[in-house]
């Protein structure tokens, strides 16, 4: 268990797509979005380490439909991720993080932060 989390530690440390995720928010919306989205990021960190060590990798690799059903929800997912940035682009004013509340903008920035961490 020591060796999981050390290991999950150094991996944690390492600059990659969260730290670039983390770094955009912080540098665009300042230190609370940064914030927000570290702390999105971490608890599905830790969300997804727990589940490995409880086995949900062995009940996945066991299971073609239950792995074929969490596969399809990702697909949907990225989907919809797609679907929403062709339409901001479409007509930007109404995705302007301005005109979102900082309520809005830091549940967005931790949601973010949460499936940058998952995927």
């Given at each position: 268990m020591l060796?999981?989390?050390?290991l999950?530690?150094?991996?944690a440390?390492?600059?990659?797509?969260?730290f670039?995720l983390m770094?955009?928010h912080?540098?665009?919306h300042?230190?609370?979005?940064?914030?927000a989205t570290?702390l999105?990021?971490r608890t599905?960190?830790i969300?997804?380490?727990?589940?490995a060590?409880?086995?949900?990798?062995v009940?996945?690799?066991e299971s073609?439909?239950?792995y074929l059903?969490?596969?399809?929800?990702?697909?949907?997912?990225?989907?919809?991720l797609g679907c929403?940035?062709?339409?901001?682009?479409?007509?930007?004013?109404?995705?302007?993080p301005a005109?979102?509340?900082?309520m809005?903008?830091?549940?967005?920035?931790?949601?973010s932060?949460?499936f940058?961490a998952?995927?």
């Amino acid at each position: 268990m020591l060796v999981l989390f050390l290991l999950g530690l150094a991996l944690a440390a390492s600059p990659g797509p969260d730290f670039l995720l983390m770094t955009k928010h912080t540098l665009s919306h300042g230190t609370r979005m940064g914030y927000a989205t570290f702390l999105g990021n971490r608890t599905s960190f830790i969300l997804h380490l727990t589940l490995a060590v409880l086995g949900l990798s062995v009940i996945l690799k066991e299971s073609a439909l239950l792995y074929l059903f969490i596969r399809m929800a990702g697909a949907a997912y990225l989907i919809y991720l797609g679907c929403n940035n062709m339409i901001r682009r479409i007509s930007p004013q109404s995705a302007h993080p301005a005109s979102l509340t900082s309520m809005a903008l830091s549940t967005r920035s931790r949601i973010s932060g949460a499936f940058g961490a998952i995927c």
